[in-house]
Each structure stands twice: as structure tokens, then as C-alpha cells.
């Protein structure tokens, strides 16, 4: 080594060895933004209480014929960022084959802009499905809960598939279709509601699929027969 290039390197040395030091000023500026924001937040959603729905979970029907559980691609999780949830398959006593999934967002997850593009109506037709129609938004009432579910019919290389696709929003209170419509999941409809005071206090999604009903309301009474078995309020 040349004996000119050995002081620069030691200097060198000690200046990454150099521990880094923190503004106290800045550091303590950031705290209090921090607590300002908390208490603006509580102060703006505090004088008005977000009307939350009838609580509901699922029983899965782990009696039903040759029931399974149906494993969660791992690239659906890391696009959903779900708490809780899974997926089940059984074979009803007609022998007609379902299929059920059931994610739980807790509040403060934000469910809406995930559940934009895990819909039946995107999803379906990108595996190879058809959809045929969407047959609309109803409310149903199973065991005290209303439920918004919006059914679809694809085909599914010539066998009729029936989807059952259910999101539910725990601020809103679904008394009709109208009300279930109106609801914007966009980023335009979050700012909206954060304006109005809504705070986001969790959501769930269900989806349900049928296969080899011909009549659309025979499936939808078939549906309502599970859902009277799977669905719970608490």
C-alpha cells in the first residue's frame, strides 16, 4: 500500500463507524404531528356514530357430503390481504357440486380496492368461463341478516355455473337494493365516506358457486337453503 493512500482510508474508516445522530428537535416535531393527526381523527368521526349492520359468520358445512377444504392460492392472498377466511367444496343431496369461499377483513384493512378485482364477472371469465348473464343485486334476509348478493350465470364448458357473490360492508345497513347499489368502492367513494364520517370498521366477503342447475330460480332456491345452513349472526 502507498503510504499517501493510508490516511484518507483510516479517515475513511472512522467516518462509517461514526454513529448517526438523531435530531431531538425533529424527533420530538413528529410525535406531535403524529398525536395532532390521532386526535383529529377521533375528533372527526366521534360526534358521529357509524351505523354498523347485523354481525353474521359462516359455519362451514363440514357434514355435508364429501366436504373438503379448498386451499387459498397464495398469490389470492397476497392480493386480498385478508384476516380470516378459506375456501370449502361439497356435494349436496342432489349430488350437485358447491363451492364456498368466506374472507373477513378487520377493521382497518382496507377490503375495497382488492375486492374490485377479485369479482366473478373478472375472475371467471379469465379461467376459461362464459358468463351468460348477470341476473342482479337482491337482499336477502337468512337468519336475521341481510345479506347483498348479486347472482351471475356463466357456462362452464357446456355445464351451467351458478355464482352467488356477496360483499358486505359493516357500515352499511342494506334496508334495500337501492341503498346496496349506490355504494362506491372507488377511491373517489373512500374519500367520500371518510367525508361523511364513516369510519371503515370492517367487511366480508362470500361467494358461493353451484354447478348443473338449467333454471336460474331453481339454483336461487337452492342458495337460499345453504345460506339458511352456513350463515349465522353474531
Not at 354498523?52 to 386480498?80: C, D, G
Not at 368461463?129 to 341478516?145: F, H, K, P, S, W
Request: glycine share 6%; aromatic share 12%.
Amino acid at each position: 500500500m502507498r503510504r499517501g493512500t493510508a490516511a484518507p482510508i483510516a479517515r475513511s474508516i472512522e467516518t462509517q463507524r461514526t454513529p448517526i445522530r438523531f435530531n431531538f428537535y425533529l424527533l420530538s416535531a413528529l410525535a406531535v404531528w403524529l398525536l395532532l393527526v390521532e386526535t383529529g381523527v377521533q375528533i372527526w368521526y366521534r360526534p358521529h356514530p357509524t351505523l354498523i349492520s347485523s354481525r353474521w359468520v359462516v359455519r362451514w358445512p363440514e357434514s355435508e357430503s364429501n366436504y373438503k377444504q379448498v386451499p387459498i392460492a397464495p398469490a389470492a392472498e397476497t392480493l386480498l390481504r385478508y384476516n380470516e377466511g378459506g375456501g370449502a367444496a361439497w356435494e349436496g343431496p342432489d349430488g350437485r357440486q358447491w363451492m364456498m369461499y368466506f374472507f373477513r377483513w378487520l377493521p382497518g384493512r382496507t377490503a375495497a380496492r382488492f375486492i374490485k378485482v377479485h369479482r366473478p364477472d373478472i375472475c371467471l371469465p379469465a379461467s376459461g368461463r362464459t358468463m351468460e348473464r348477470d341476473n342482479g343485486l337482491r337482499i336477502l334476509a337468512v337468519n336475521g341478516v341481510k345479506l347483498p348478493v348479486r347472482s351471475y350465470r356463466f357456462d362452464d364448458r357446456g355445464v351451467p355455473l351458478h355464482v352467488f357473490y356477496c360483499y358486505w360492508d359493516a357500515r352499511s345497513s342494506y334496508e334495500n337494493v337501492a341503498a346496496a347499489e349506490s355504494e362506491d368502492w372507488s377511491a373517489r367513494g373512500r374519500i367520500r365516506a371518510a367525508l361523511q364520517r364513516r369510519r371503515e370498521i370492517g367487511a366480508q366477503m362470500l361467494e358461493i358457486v353451484v354447478w348443473g342447475y338449467q333454471d336460474d330460480a331453481e339454483a336461487s332456491e337452492a342458495l337460499a337453503r345453504e345460506l339458511s345452513q352456513v350463515i349465522r349472526a353474531g
